[in-house]
């Protein structure tokens, strides 16, 4: 086999793929140490309320169970609140499971058993009597938009939208108008792969915790602050993740009762929770937008009104960026936006997959297709119109907008040009089709980040970071930068993801993790190559080619050989070769990718965003309603593509969401209990094979020399924003009927 660099840029295959399908690659469920207990957490059944008394004599009497843990004897923990902060910033007071006998939310912990097998706490679990004093509790929606709210201390990562014009009036005096609600049902993360738990009780006291998350660093810091333990006492892993889209952001309940478990059984334990369970935490909040745009005869928009609602808990905060996204990216002289958030009794809602852009990007669009039909415009022409080439909110010059581009490239591939303006005008016998269009905005975002770069005796290259791959294709596209980088093959590139105590990497999402870990591999591998050089510089016992090509610098380090940049192939030195020269056996060096000052300016002076066109033919069944997704195609500018495989890839997954968005996925709450009713595959519908069509992924030619160290801007969440539009809009176009909530389903 010959071997090659593997630059970035090339669609080279998963690395990670052989260890997935073979059984290698290892998740959080599935450590076995000796003596494990099973953990099976009770939960509540109301929404608000007391625990009044536990009765669990015929719970523990049941065969292998070891211990019932309850709010009553748990071993102890931080006294304070801000102890169980996590990273993500969620402003309020943070859930602490089983601190006490209040319920919050219906789902939350109130015991968990732990017993020698999986079965035998699952029964036990049933057998354990709650007695609870019930209290008065509203999960309904609709009702908590009368407490709508803007929380003293918002979140981290809020925007606050920027007003320009005077939008009341102008809308006012637009000859052509519209306004409606838009909305979003609840959806739910569902990623293959449960949340689960694997803490393993180590001989010195020590806690080696296999978790399901999206950052081992955040869970490390979690446990060490809510468990009053040292950051040597835990090591949290995850090198492989089934999926989290956003679902492994926070550090789940399932990590903190697990490891209080350990700590107060001294064994090993594993929770795993049912798919049921899942349906108790972390889900998109629902959302209502109402709009209302004015435009001029021409098309010309003059005003721009957007007032946003998402839920959120009792006891928390959360907040989204959802109603900036239409004063981004369209020129209006005249906008303004409000943002609210109300409480209900349940879980906090939480951060999936491109939040608040999924949810704000995808209503917005619905309603500019709504006023280009309005000025009887073609919602491409209409979108061109009102272009436009800065951040229109902040009036900031932008790194790069290639949107035009896409939108232009993506009509072509599709054959949008000879679409017929009029509703219902295509057919099929009793098929109406129907073509639709919306365009994508996410943020473009870069972290600092650390990567260490060893090169041992063997001549192999072992690339080291905390960051972690949920699906992404991370181990791919850091071997890529690595072999880049430093001249070396990827088949002799080893990459280590996932791991507490490796290299700082923030939590994998929101599409950076590409940019930041990328620019620090990048770093690392050009540092280590450095220092290869000037170590063989100063070695008294190389040949005089090398000496020679050192010093002019004719000597270079390619495909994993030193060798002469000239005609002469036989001037050539394994790195194996050179290492044993310099009289070590190992080389390494440890760098930080972080926004420098040129960085620093360029983000307070710039904007930076991901942007896409999205274009999407229907087929509706005119006697059943029914809805098939037939075409999909995806125009993405994300400035340098890393791997042009694993990059569509990811927009490809995020489409087959949207299309769950958009026609399928919608978390039914009983509002009577606080509970959603549908926790199951087989009543919570998410897109199946049948129900993807054929999607096609072009990435336009964008450079992007400020964005990121590498021009990279990411693609994970793009995939989402206006896919759900587009399929909307589309549906518009096939029947003549315009829908204002998502999902779309038949009769809506």
Known sequence: ?????????QPVSRIDGLAKVTGQARYAAEPHPAGMLYGFIVNSPIARGRIEAIRDEAARAVPGVVEIMTHLNRPHSALFEKSYMDGLGVPGSPYRPLHDAEISFNGQPVAVVF???????????MLLEVDYERWPHNADFEASLHQKYMPGKTRSNYVPPKSRGNAAEAYALSPIKIEGRYHLAPEHHNPMEM????????DDGTFTVWDKTQGPQAVQAYLTSALSLSKDQVRVRNPYVGGAFGSGLRAQHNVFLAALGAKMLKRSVRITLTRQQMFTHVFRPEAVMDIALGAQPDGTLQSMIVDGVTDTSRFEHNMENLVIWGLINYKCPNATADYKIAPRDTYTSSDMRAPGAATGVNLFEMAVDEMAYACNMDPLAFRLHNYSDIDAMHDMPLTSKALKEAMHEGAERFGWYSRPMAPKSMRDGKELIGWGMATGIWDAMFSPTSARATLTADGRLHIATAASDIGTGTYTILAQTASEAFGIPIEMIDIELGDSTLPECPTEGGSWTAASAGAAVWLACQSLREKLFKTLGKSGNISAWLTEGLSNKTTVLQDGFLQDKGADENLRLSLSEALSLTGQDRLEVE???????RGTISQMRKARFTHSAVFCEVRVDEELGIVRVTRLVNAVAAGRIMNPKTAASQVRGAMVMATGMALHEESLMDERVGRFMNHNFSEYHIPAHADIPDMDVLFVAEKDREVSPLGIKGVGE?????????????????TGQRHRSLPITPGS
């Not at 086999?1 to 840029?9: C, E, F, P, Q, V």
């Not at 079965?119 to 679990?125: I, K, P, V």
């Not at 949340?195 to 180590?202: F, L, Q, R, S």
């Open 591 to 597: 760098e930080t990718a972080k926004p420098g000052l």
């Open 115 to 125: 017993a020698e097998t999986f079965e035998a706490a699952r029964e036990a679990s």
């Open 718 to 734: 793009i995939g989402m924003c206006g896919t759900a539009a587009a399929i909307a809009n589309a549906i518009f176009h096939a």
């Open 1 to 9: 086999m010959t071997l090659h660099s593997a630059k970035i840029g």
């Open 195 to 202: 949340h689960a738990t694997t803490v393993i009780a180590e």
